[in-house]
């Protein structure tokens, strides 16, 4: 099936099928039953992008069969929110007969939020001169008439911010509202009703916790912000700058005052947390008045590497949080000579793909 497209007679099909394979292939490390959360079965997705193609005095977005590499004309993107169909289709129609937009334009990104906000960078081979800056404003300037929008010129070396580069993301988390600022070309979660059902999952699981929690990957905040009140305080990690500008916003956007985010790499903290070195970004922290019981990873999708798998399982609860399966088998194989898996959850974060997110409670045998 071509990227974006939906299949909603199947829906259920797939995702029993994720269930099963999932469930098999953590079958050794003796698991509970999955608890599966199920997506929206259409306009799940909060990001998308395409590439532009150039017809005579045509324009469009396309994309690539994966299989073919022949490329497809996408006018409207199930999948997507609908303010990015809807964005998509007004974009095209103000600027395809706009030479100064439409000039070696290559691509756009989206990015929308669940609060109605979104974010349209138009990417380009070509430096952008005032004469495009002059037309993107009278570009926005109508959109915004019917959209809460931001827009953003990028070349080489260039990037143009007609106004800020990020939005604000509204969740709602088990009737709470958390907020979050979100900027463009960072990473977020792309499905966010099913973000949803992940912080209110982990929530649930460490609703009865003791001490401190540790995050490493925490990017702009998603996890701990939500799970702050479950715990005496958070400590945090994230190597991204971006993210962790935007989770010190959230900290205070949020009015919460027991998480630390440190700008460190994970393999950094469990070398400072070994004693191995001194970092001058850990001056005035005593990590040893963190009483830190419970550790949340959030890894790429290669996983951990073995120092890191080796400190956290120091701790007694370890939540991991994966977008690869495979590698987190993989990891389980270490963790599980001193931990049980106590909960297992599938998040059908991409529909319709093979991808999955999943997540692991880890115990302390």
């Known amino acids: 099936m071509l990227p974006g497209l939906v299949d909603v007679a199947n829906y259920d099909k797939q995702l029993s099928e994720k269930e099963s394979f999932l469930q098999n292939l953590l079958q050794p490390f003796n698991p509970p039953a999955v608890d599966c959360f199920r997506s929206d079965v259409k306009n799940y997705r909060l990001r998308a992008e395409f590439r532009v193609w150039h017809d005579d005095e045509d324009l469009y977005h396309i994309v ?139 929530i649930d699981i460490t609703k009865d916790a003791t001490g401190d929690l540790l995050e490493l990957y925490c990017g702009n905040g998603n996890f701990s912000l939500a799970l702050a009140p479950n715990f005496d305080r958070v400590l945090a990690t994230e190597i991204a700058k971006p993210s962790v500008d935007s989770a010190q916003y959230n900290i205070a956007a949020n009015n919460i005052e027991n998480v630390t985010i440190l700008r460190m790499a994970a393999e950094d903290f469990t070398s400072a947390m070994r004693g191995d070195r001194e970092f001058r970004r850990l001056k005035g922290i005593d990590l040893t008045s963190f009483n830190c019981n419970t550790i949340l990873v959030d890894p790429p999708r290669a996983g951990l590497d073995i120092d890191t798998l080796k400190m956290i399982q120091d701790y007694d609860n370890i939540i991991y949080v994966s977008c690869n399966p495979e590698t987190l088998a993989d990891n389980l194989l270490t963790l599980c000579e001193t931990h049980n898996v106590s909960k297992l959850a599938l998040f059908d974060q991409f529909p319709y793909t093979h991808h999955m997110e999943t997540a692991v409670y880890l115990t302390l045998k």
Request: hydrophobic share 40%.
């Open 64 to 202: 690539f069969n994966s299989k073919t590499r022949e490329k497809v004309r996408v006018d409207q993107f199930p999948s997507a929110s609908i303010i990015i169909n809807d964005m998509m289709t007004a974009l095209i129609e103000q600027i395809k007969d706009k030479p100064a937009l439409r000039h070696k334009l290559f691509q756009v990104d989206y990015l929308s939020t669940l609060s109605g906000q979104i974010i349209v960078s138009m990417l380009y081979h070509r430096q952008l001169d005032e004469e495009w800056e002059a037309a993107a404003k009278e570009l926005k300037a109508h959109l915004a008439k019917s959209f809460d929008l931001q827009l953003i010129g990028r070349a080489r070396k260039q990037k143009i911010c007609l106004d800020h580069d990020y939005v604000i993301e509204k969740l709602n988390v088990n009737s709470q509202e958390l907020i979050f600022k979100q900027v463009e070309n960072s990473f977020t979660q792309p499905n966010g009703g099913i973000n949803q059902k992940m912080l209110e999952w982990a």
